[in-house]
């Protein structure tokens, strides 16, 4: 698959400023939520709460991951390569934030029997979201009176995207064959739109060993990107009607609210058309900031539940003091933490 294989790792495109786009959507939703307003964020409020701005932030996120993550799989050497890659990628960051968390958070547990360091929550904390799957979200005493009692409810979505990562492995072995790889790939998106077209309760029902409504609702978005990066479409010459088109769909499915779930068939290739473009602001952020948008989405959360515990401020105060901290966090996690583990796959062979 040459025109997968001889791609560079990384090149200064759209992707980086859709994705920070995406984390400041999730911002502007928990700013609602997290403040205890009572209403939705404004386009929730303007398509009565059939899109809201963090539906966009993350199925934009698993749109584009799978887009990239297939690439990557296709210029892997060998699986420990491949498994290195994702590895340091998610957790090195996630690390880093738990452990800033739970240094914060130490201001404001309430005072127990027990030392702070000696309290089996803060552990059980750590190690339940390291892990990934069914991670905790709260540690009994931390933001009991809030509207929302979760320390960083972002994290739910990193053990789908790390599923996923496992998913696309089962496709190594024929990680050259283009057709093959459309195949596989378009059979699983016909499996994941039957399930939440016509099975949606079904899937509710089964909660372990993890959430098979959102395993499908994420993964159409995620396989749907990974199908997509099959494609050379980029350089195809009708993609400029297929973008226009999937606008136009879009637009009919939000004003008839049409269910939720064929949203996977316009939002993909809106998002990836948008983030294969090259653009000014592109080049900036790439030479400048790198990619702080998975540090902007880590550590939003549990600043907004920290800004809303003291200042109890108003929900575009929440938004703007949220923003400007996350930002800030995440350009120091993407050049302190992120970017120098990502070094180390060079040692792995």
């Not at 990193?158 to 790889?181: R, T």
């Not at 990836?272 to 000014?280: A, E, F, P, V």
């Amino acid at each position: 698959m040459p025109e997968l294989a001889n791609k560079p790792e990384r090149e200064a495109n759209n992707f980086d400023l859709l994705r920070i786009l995406f984390a400041w959507f999730v911002i502007v939703s928990h700013s609602y939520v997290l403040n205890g307003a009572g209403e939705s964020d404004p386009l929730g409020q303007l398509t009565s709460n059939y899109f809201i701005l963090s539906f966009i932030g993350v199925k934009g996120f698993f749109v584009i991951s799978g887009y990239l993550i297939l690439q990557s799989l296709t210029r892997s050497k060998s699986i420990l390569d491949y498994a290195a890659k994702r590895i340091l990628r998610i957790f090195p960051g996630l690390i880093v934030v738990l452990l800033f968390t739970l240094a914060v958070v130490y201001f404001v547990f309430p005072p127990t029997n027990l030392p702070y360091l000696l309290n089996p929550s803060i552990y059980h904390y750590f190690w339940g979201n390291l892990m990934l799957f069914s991670p905790p979200f709260y540690i009994h005493g931390v933001f009991d009176q809030l509207p929302s009692k979760a320390i960083n409810g972002s994290l739910w979505t990193i053990e789908f995207e790390f599923l996923f990562y496992i998913v696309l492995l089962l496709l190594f072995p024929i990680k050259k064959n283009n057709n093959a790889l459309k195949w596989i790939l378009f059979s699983w998106m016909i499996l994941f739109t039957i399930g939440n077209l016509f099975y949606p309760a079904e899937l509710l029902s089964i909660k372990k060993p993890i959430p098979l409504n959102l395993v499908f609702d994420l993964g159409i978005y995620f396989i749907t990107g990974s199908f997509l990066a099959c494609f050379n479409w980029q350089n195809w010459a009708p993609s400029k009607y297929v973008f226009w088109g999937a606008i136009l769909l879009l637009l009919i499915l939000v004003f008839y609210k049409i269910d939720r779930a064929w949203l996977f068939t316009c939002l993909p290739f809106i998002i990836l058309y948008i983030g294969q473009k090259k653009s000014k602001a592109a080049n900036w952020i790439h030479q400048k900031l790198g990619d702080p948008s998975y540090g902007i989405y880590l550590y939003a959360f549990p600043l907004q539940q920290l800004i809303v515990y003291y200042c109890k401020p108003s929900t575009f105060e929440l938004f703007l003091y949220a923003s400007i901290g996350a930002f800030a966090l995440g350009i120091l996690s993407w050049r302190f933490v992120e970017k120098k583990a990502l070094k180390l796959k060079q040692f792995i062979k």
